[in-house]
């Protein structure tokens, strides 16, 4: 087995208490507390962090921008860590680490939009990720020409595919939060190969 934990190339960060209580569709997804982890294997040591690290790098993603608004206040990151939960009711998991800005704004407003960004907005994607450590906060929003759908967080024009979504549930795990959210509105374009991020660096892929 390669137990390599050198990495040149890091993985980009993904960057996200059970939550929404009175919210009925909420209550529609729910843990299991009546099924308990293997004992045996609860007991046995896990891999060390950079070798996890390393391993995760070859997961080929899917580029996204994160936004939120509250209020005035806009905040977005650059994450890979997304994926679809069901077609129907139309459910997607967004994994946000809860020390960035758009965390919080994302628990105040409720609401969020995932960005899957094409191939040629590898420079927002670049900025989201804070690449560009002289872009900070609002003037990440330079980058690109947003609008807004229903919830009104940001939506990047020229997308590969926008998620306008609102947030049902919430769960910390460690140190990220899971936001499970209900798509309310989406736009499209099919004109562009897909930006996708593969062993520390961007890549184009046609559709």
Request: proline content about 5%; hydrophobic content about 45%.
């Amino acid at each position: 087995m390669n137990t390599r934990t050198e990495c040149p190339n890091p993985v980009l960060p993904p960057s996200v208490s059970v939550g929404m209580a009175e919210n009925p569709a909420a209550a529609q997804i729910s843990q299991r507390l009546d099924w308990v982890p293997d004992a045996r294997l609860a007991a046995l040591p896990t891999i060390a962090a950079d070798g996890y690290r390393c391993c995760m790098r070859y997961f080929a993603s899917g580029v996204n921008v994160i936004t939120a608004r509250d209020g005035e206040a806009r905040a977005g990151l650059t994450a890979t860590a997304v994926c679809s939960v069901t077609a129907d009711p139309p459910r997607m998991v967004v994994f946000v680490n809860r020390n960035v800005l758009a965390s919080d704004v994302v628990m105040r407003s409720g609401a969020l939009c995932v960005n899957l960004l094409a191939a040629d907005q590898e420079e927002v994607a670049r900025v989201f990720a804070g690449m560009h450590k002289d872009v900070r906060g609002e003037d990440r929003f330079r980058y690109g020409t947003w609008g807004e759908a229903i919830t009104g967080s940001p939506v990047l024009e020229g997308a590969l595919a926008s998620f306008d979504c609102r947030v049902i549930k919430v769960f910390e795990e460690s140190t990220h939060r899971a936001f499970v959210c209900e798509v309310l509105a989406t736009a499209e374009r099919n004109d562009a190969e897909s930006l996708i991020y593969l062993n520390g660096v961007f890549r184009s892929l046609p559709l």
